[in-house]
């Protein structure tokens, strides 16, 4: 999986500042009744069914702590797990296992509930064209994770940040003073700073699709995002873009309504839930004795 924002650097980083966080000037837990010399062995218990995500993460972390420690993966990222699987197992210093258990079931029970939602909706729209996004709803400096864990799922990226995309929303067009304006300006700028970046601009309603064409005459849109609108409204703009750029579709998308959506032939639809309303998985790191 190559996805540019999981760099070495990225994680690592990452990694320790989480473990920072977490650890403070010491696991004292740990350290005042677990000797250094003690190996252990512990395994990851899978306590939900769903999806699993973040056990390349979990060996990284785990290395990152201590390179002696055996890692046995058992279950790959992207599966379908249920209660009672074993995902990977560990052999080594007691001490690291301890230390890093938190973190790494903080980052493997979120990202299985986000990829196991991602699945969830995914799978629902198979059968259209249609590919599920998420969004930059996401926790902060936690970001890395949930995209990760959506593509995971099966879902796909929409920008990482700010600066991967020009996505022109309903505030950005109402102080530019309107598309034609924002769009015509956005095409200065790039050119001005030597840019290449896709162009998305939002449309509110009909009459706001029709003005993006009409702009794109001239100056170049990669993709109209159809926001908040009915699914008769986005037939009808389906039909009236005919092709001609991308068309996403978003706001206010639910299980209820994602298939309907779907149907009226958008290419994308994008949805904030995958990484803000979704539910961990319930896992738990547990010795294994004898």
Request: include cysteine.
């Amino acid at each position: 999986m190559s996805l540019e924002y999981l760099s070495e650097l990225s994680l690592n980083s990452f990694i320790h500042l989480a473990l920072a966080e977490d650890v403070g000037d010491g696991d004292h837990s740990t350290d005042a009744c677990i000797g250094p010399e003690v190996q252990e062995r512990a395994q990851l218990l899978v306590k939900d069914n769903g999806i699993i995500a973040g056990v390349n993460m979990a060996e990284k972390i785990f290395f990152k702590l201590d390179p002696e420690l055996k890692f046995n993966r058992l279950i790959l990222d992207g599966k379908e797990v249920k209660e009672g699987d074993i995902a990977f197992t560990l052999e080594g210093s007691a001490r690291t296992i301890l230390k890093g258990e938190r973190l790494v079931l903080n980052c493997m029970q979120r990202m299985s509930g986000v990829a196991t939602y991602t699945r969830y909706l995914s799978d629902m729209i198979a059968h259209t064209k249609a590919k599920l996004l998420d969004t930059r709803k996401t926790t902060p400096n936690f970001r890395m994770m949930e995209k990760w864990a959506v593509v995971i799922g099966g879902g796909k990226n929409h920008r990482y940040n700010l600066s991967d995309m020009v996505m022109l929303k309903d505030n950005h067009i109402d102080y530019a003073g309107g598309i034609a304006k924002a769009v015509e300006d956005v095409h200065k700028y790039l050119k001005e700073k030597g840019l290449e970046r896709k162009i998305e601009v939002e449309a509110r309603d009909l009459d706001e699709v029709k003005q993006v064409l009409e702009v794109n005459k001239s100056f170049k849109v990669d993709r109209v995002m159809l926001d908040n609108m009915s699914v008769v409204d986005m037939t009808t703009a389906v039909g009236l873009v005919d092709g001609i750029m991308e068309i996403e579709a978003s706001g206010g998308i639910t299980e209820e309504t994602i298939v309907p959506i779907a149907e009226t032939g958008v290419d994308f639809i994008s949805v904030g839930a995958l990484t803000h309303t979704y539910k961990s998985l319930d896992l738990s790191l547990k010795a294994v004795n004898g």
